[in-house]
């Protein structure tokens, strides 16, 4: 993630990394999870559940900073995110 202001303890702070899970079968297909993942860790999936909606993937997990947005803005409650120990520092900028 480029950040357009430096954060002056960013080589010391350790962030959570979280894993995500999608319940497919509930999923409606709204797409906002993919659109407003501030990381893009999501896409839309190519298969399809037996709604005929098409679930998102998880596209880059190493990405996911555990912000939990996609778990707070899903109208139906068919994503989530399990929070791992903070092992990995952020590195990239
Ligand atoms: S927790 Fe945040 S960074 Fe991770 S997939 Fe969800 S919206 Fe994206
Ligand atoms: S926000 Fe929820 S219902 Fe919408 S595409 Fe993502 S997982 Fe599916």
Same mark, same amino acid.
Request: aromatic share 10%; glycine share 6%.
């Given at each position: 993630m480029k950040y357009w202001r430096r954060p002056?303890? *960013?080589d010391k702070v350790c962030l959570p990394r979280a894993e995500v899970? %999608? %319940?497919e079968e509930r999923c409606k297909g709204c797409n906002? $999870? +993919?659109?407003y993942c501030p990381r893009n860790v999501l896409v839309t999936g190519?298969?399809?559940n037996s709604k005929g909606y098409y679930p998102p993937h998880v596209k880059n997990q190493d990405e996911c900073a555990s912000c939990? *947005? $996609?778990q707070m803005i899903c109208p139906e409650f068919a994503i989530y995110h399990i929070v791992q120990r903070p092992? +990995?520092?952020e590195q990239s900028v």
């Open positions: 002056l303890d *960013l899970r %999608i %319940i906002y $999870c +993919v659109t190519e298969k399809f939990g *947005l $996609c092992e +990995v520092a």
